[in-house]
C-alpha cells in the first residue's frame, strides 16, 4: 500500500506506524520491506520537507521513528523534535554513515533513543527500537581509541561546536583551512 510521503508497506502490524526518513532510496526501499517483514507500518519520507509535511498534515503519530543524520543540507537532528510533538512516547534512532561522538551526544540530548553506525543489520534496528536501551556501564569493554581516531572525534566536536562553520574551526583547531578540508573529506577512522 502507497503513502503520500513514500512507501507504508503493511503486512498486519503487531508492532505500529514507523517513520523512516533516509535519502537514499534504494537503502530506504530495503529498510522499510525489512521492517515491514518484522511487524511495522512503514512510512518513508526522503527529506526533511516530506518527514515535516507527514507529521504536521496529522497524517501520522509514529511509534517509532528512523531518522538519517545527513538528510542532503539538513539534519535529521532537526527532526527529533517534530516527531517527539507528534508523539512524546515515539521510540526514535539515528542511523547515519558518518558517526562521532559529538553527533551522537547531540542526538541523545534532543531526544533520540539510539544512535547506531550504518552499515547495522536490520535485527540491530529493530532491537534499539523495542529495547529499553540504557546503556550497560560493564558492556563497554577496554578499547581505546586510535590515536587518529581521538583526532576525527576532536575535530567532530569542534566543528559542531562552530556550527559547522569550518573556517572558525580551523582557527579553534590552529589548523589551516586546506588541511582540515582535506581531514573533512576522509570517511571516520575506525577505532
Not at 556501564?137 to 583526532?151: I, K
Not at 573556517?167 to 588541511?179: E, P, Q, W, Y
Amino acid at each position: 500500500m502507497e503513502s503520500d510521503g513514500g512507501i507504508a508497506l503493511g503486512a498486519p502490524s503487531s508492532r505500529g506506524p514507523l517513520l523512516l526518513v533516509d535519502d537514499d532510496a534504494l537503502f530506504a526501499r530495503v529498510l522499510a520491506r525489512a521492517l515491514s517483514a518484522r511487524g511495522f507500518v512503514v512510512h518513508t519520507a526522503a527529506s526533511h520537507a516530506q518527514a515535516l509535511a507527514q507529521l504536521e498534515a496529522g497524517k501520522m503519530a509514529p511509534d517509532f521513528a528512523i531518522l538519517d543524520l545527513n538528510l542532503g543540507a539538513a539534519s535529521g537532528l532537526k527532526l527529533i523534535g517534530e516527531v517527539r510533538r507528534a508523539n512524546p512516547t515515539c521510540r526514535i534512532v539515528i542511523l547515519t554513515g558518518y558517526a562521532s561522538i559529538s553527533t551522537a551526544v547531540d542526538a541523545i540530548k534532543l531526544g533520540a533513543d539510539q544512535y547506531l553506525a550504518k552499515p547495522v543489520e536490520v535485527d540491530a534496528i529493530v532491537r534499539a527500537l523495542v529495547e529499553d536501551g540504557a546503556p550497560d556501564p560493564d558492556g563497554a569493554g577496554d578499547t581505546t581509541l586510535s590515536v587518529s581516531r581521538l583526532e576525527w572525534e576532536h575535530i567532530q566536536r569542534v566543528l559542531a561546536e562552530n556550527g559547522g562553520n569550518v573556517s572558525a574551526t580551523a582557527r579553534a583547531l590552529k589548523m589551516h583551512r586546506r588541511t582540515l578540508q582535506r581531514k573533512l573529506t576522509k570517511r571516520p577512522v575506525r577505532v
